[in-house]
């Protein structure tokens, strides 16, 4: 069962802040985000493996509650280049290397 | 470095013409395949996953096949094409539990 993912689609101005959530109904066994620029293939942001992780990447980040079964990504002072789709993909089973994503947001940053 | 190529980048089909995509990844040995297929503005579906030669495991019942002939190669092929099937088909690598790359995709369109 794929992950839900909120909001489906949001607009910011640049400078200001976004949060994109990813939830499960079963189990999060970890949780990996990507960025899909129109036309392109994703592009791998983070990728959490433990409950309470956090992680950053520039002014990105991200955070994983294992026992709400959610991860939110958090974009901070958004900028032009931060537009895209993004999904977030969790194993099917502890272990297992196969992904399935939620059905994106698209996040729209306009000047 | 490790990289991925698929062919080819766009591709017009009758339907009930014959597929074969072709995804190849060089720089490593033995990565686990993925093909993922994207409809228009949607989310990313899991269609067949190889964890080595000649292993295929599929995630959706369909007219499409995959097979790996070779442990950097990875195929995906249809006998007749339905207008279903258009899409933006993804492969994608990954070692281990980490992050997957993508390949360019290849835009299908089924008339």
């Known amino acids: 069962q794929q992950p839900v993912q909120s909001p489906q689609a949001v607009i910011l101005r640049e400078g200001e802040d976004a949060v994109i959530n990813c939830s499960s109904s079963?189990?999060?066994?970890?949780v990996h985000w990507y960025r899909q620029k129109h036309g392109e293939a994703p592009v791998f942001l983070m990728i959490?493996?433990?409950?309470?992780e956090q992680k950053g990447h520039e002014k990105i980040s991200a955070s994983f509650n294992e026992k709400k079964q959610q991860s939110s990504l958090y974009l901070t002072a958004s900028q032009l280049s931060y537009s895209g789709t993004y999904f977030c993909?969790?194993?099917?089973?502890?272990?297992?290397?196969?992904?399935?994503f939620g059905k994106g947001t698209k996040l729209s940053v306009i000047p | 470095s490790q990289t991925i190529h698929q062919w080819p980048a766009t591709l017009v089909q009758p339907v009930g013409s014959p597929l074969s995509l072709e995804c190849t990844v060089e720089g490593t040995s033995n990565p686990n395949l993925y093909w993922y297929r994207q409809a228009a503005g949607r989310g990313l579906q899991l269609l067949f996953y190889?964890?080595?030669?000649?292993?295929i495991s599929s995630e959706v019942p369909q007219n499409l096949s995959a097979s790996r002939p070779q442990d950097r190669q990875f195929i995906l092929s249809s006998k007749k094409l339905l207008l279903s099937d258009s899409g933006f088909y993804l492969c994608?690598?990954?070692?281990?539990?980490?992050?997957?790359?993508f390949g360019p995709g290849t835009r299908l369109t089924v008339l």
């Open positions: 959490l493996l433990k409950g309470g």
């Open positions: 079963k189990a999060l066994y970890s």
């Open positions: 994608a690598w990954t070692k281990a539990f980490n992050e997957q790359f």
């Open positions: 190889s964890v080595g030669i000649g292993q």
């Open positions: 993909g969790t194993p099917l089973e502890a272990g297992s290397y196969q992904l399935t």
